[in-house]
């Protein structure tokens, strides 16, 4: 079946470090690949997507980029602030229905 | 209003008592999705609405779970005889239109079966 798996968390990081949250699918047929984030006490917003194969999705310095060979959509972003602290979800779309999505990681960042 | 709205937004009801959950889509938005996301757990899809096709109830984890949406205005989900593994944020979402992706997630209800 379809599934994204995401690396669990919580992630801890100082401000300015490097960030990386590693995600992976599995996926009949070629699905678009989303990066949705959580705020405390906000509702998801999407943060980036990509809907092919080598494509990089960014958005407020972030970037993920669809990497079919590995299936995977890794969440990076060179330098974290503390106001990024915040639940990250991976998720998958197939032909324009319903979302698959991982079980979250919560970022934490201290200044 | 600009965005998805949710109604309650948190909700406590005692074991066996049927509650029911509201969401207002985004104006012309045609599909409408529920999720559900149980504590320390990613989010579950429960139904899907697209326009006045049948909904994809293929999430709904018992008969205990139903859901209507009238053309493509609000969508109730109820959840009859609740039970405590009930207990989860129910988070609606609305999408324009088939040929896009974009979901746009309401801020959710906390439901907290004792």
């Known amino acids: 079946g379809n599934s994204v798996t995401q690396m669990e968390g919580p992630v801890t990081l100082s401000e300015e470090a490097f960030l990386t949250i590693n995600c992976t699918y599995t996926?009949?047929?070629?699905?678009?690949l989303f990066w949705y984030v959580q705020y405390p006490g906000e509702g998801l917003q999407l943060l980036l997507k990509?809907?092919?194969?080598?494509d990089k999705g960014s958005n407020k310095g972030f970037e993920a980029t669809y990497r079919k060979e590995t299936t995977s959509f890794h969440l990076e972003k060179g330098s974290v602030q503390v106001s990024d602290s915040a639940v990250y979800f991976c998720?998958?779309?197939?032909?324009?229905?319903?979302?698959?999505f991982g079980t979250g990681t919560r970022l934490q960042v201290f200044p | 209003g600009a965005g998805v709205s949710q109604s309650p937004s948190n909700k406590v009801t005692e074991k066996g008592k049927d509650v029911e959950l509201r969401c207002d889509p985004i104006?012309?938005?045609?599909?409408l999705y529920w999720y559900r996301q149980r504590l320390g757990q990613g989010l579950e899809f429960l139904i899907y609405?697209?326009?006045?096709?049948?909904?994809?109830k293929s999430g709904l984890p018992s008969d205990r779970f139903s859901a209507e949406r009238t053309g493509e205005s609000v969508s109730t989900l109820t959840i009859q005889r609740t039970q405590q593994e009930d207990s989860a944020v129910y988070l609606c979402?609305?999408?324009?239109?088939?040929?896009?992706?974009?979901?746009?997630f309401g801020p959710g209800t906390r439901l907290t079966v004792t």
């Open positions: 979402a609305s999408r324009r239109a088939v040929t896009t992706y974009e979901q746009y």
């Open positions: 996926a009949t047929g070629y699905p678009s």
């Open positions: 990509a809907t092919k194969a080598d």
């Open positions: 998720a998958l779309i197939l032909n324009t229905d319903k979302l698959i």
């Open positions: 104006s012309g938005h045609t599909a």
């Open positions: 609405f697209q326009g006045n096709s049948a909904p994809d």
